[in-house]
């Protein structure tokens, strides 16, 4: 097999800040504490020195705490439901680090969904390609003298396989070893100190490899959104369309949990299914009507959430 080539490897890369980056964090719903939290995780991996300047000025003195922080393992896991925008902030939120830490951060988005399912050993040589190149990219960025000049974020997407924990015993061979391959490049991006920090997205939570959830700096989960995330993600559309604050209460309960529905809509179940056919249930003959916006929202039938579709 041939070393697959950067375009093989990759979905389309992004250097940060860019503004639709930009514009795509700043529509996320209900993610405040996830883009607080990730967004300084990140930022002190890319930028160690900001961490230790703060100190110096804070807490002088105050080193193992600070060192602690710092060492900790590039790794962050975006773990929860289908269509709560793990991948959505994963690809965004370089551009929030890029601008706060006045870096270029550099965005290597691979998923493993759409790829490595096919020969044996397709999977591990793409995740050990792409940690290579994320690797040697960092090394070139590697702070000299003071100034950091850049990061890369390897955002490793659809990762269910290599959640599936090592233990599970039905894991064949070719799953196990790109397990490995993935702790490998994350224990080889550590003890490099490089300026660079690995994503990893997976809708298994509760499969995650142990050795895998060992290596992570932080676990964060996403779910459902609730009524209030539902309404903030519907209201501001809804309310162009003409319908009253109790017409958009009325769409946001029909959007919920109900009548034997086990889950609500996702937030992609929003923005992709429920608004999009409430526009076109009217078009091209009529109008949006209250009455037929939630006749249209009852209709939708949530995404089955991925533990319960699991077998
Ligand atoms: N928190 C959110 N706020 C607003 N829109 C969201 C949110 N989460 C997801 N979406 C919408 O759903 C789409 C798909 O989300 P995605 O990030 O792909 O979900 P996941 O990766 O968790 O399955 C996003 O592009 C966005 O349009
Ligand atoms: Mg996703």
Known sequence: MNAPSLDELFDQRVAFPDPDAQERL???????????????????????????????????????????????????????????????????????????????????????????????????QLLSAAFSTVHDHASKLKNRG??????????????????????????HHEDRAGVNAFIRGVDRLATGGLPT?????????????????????????????DASQRSAVLAPALSELGLSPSDIAAVVKATGAHNGRAVGCSFSDLTQRVLPSIVLDAYPDGAVTPARAVEVAKSVEPTPSFRESAT
């Not at 830490?101 to 550099?106: H, I, L, P, Q």
């Not at 992570?216 to 459902?224: D, I, L």
Request: hydrophobic share 45%; net charge positive; proline share 4%.
């Open 26 to 124: 700043a529509q996320l719903v209900g993610l405040d504490a996830q883009i607080d939290s990730l967004s300084k995780m990140l930022g002190i991996l890319v930028n160690p020195d900001g961490l230790r300047n703060w100190a110096k000025r804070k807490h002088r003195g105050a080193a193992s705490a600070i060192e602690l922080l710092v060492r900790r393992p590039p790794l962050v896991i975006l773990a929860g439901d289908v269509g709560s925008g793990k991948t959505a902030l994963a690809e965004s939120i370089g551009d929030l680090v890029a601008r706060r830490e006045k870096v270029s951060v550099t965005l290597y988005p691979i998923s493993l969904s759409t790829r490595g399912q096919g020969r044996v050993g397709e999977m591990t």
């Open 146 to 171: 003071g100034k950091v000049q850049g990061a890369v974020i390897l955002l490793v997407d659809e990762a269910d396989a290599l959640a599936q924990s090592r233990e599970a015993a039905q894991m």
């Open 197 to 225: 920090a690995v994503i990893m997205c997976t809708n298994r939570l509760s499969a995650l490899d142990p050795a895998v959830r060992r290596r992570a700096a932080e676990v964060m989960t996403f779910t459902r959104p």
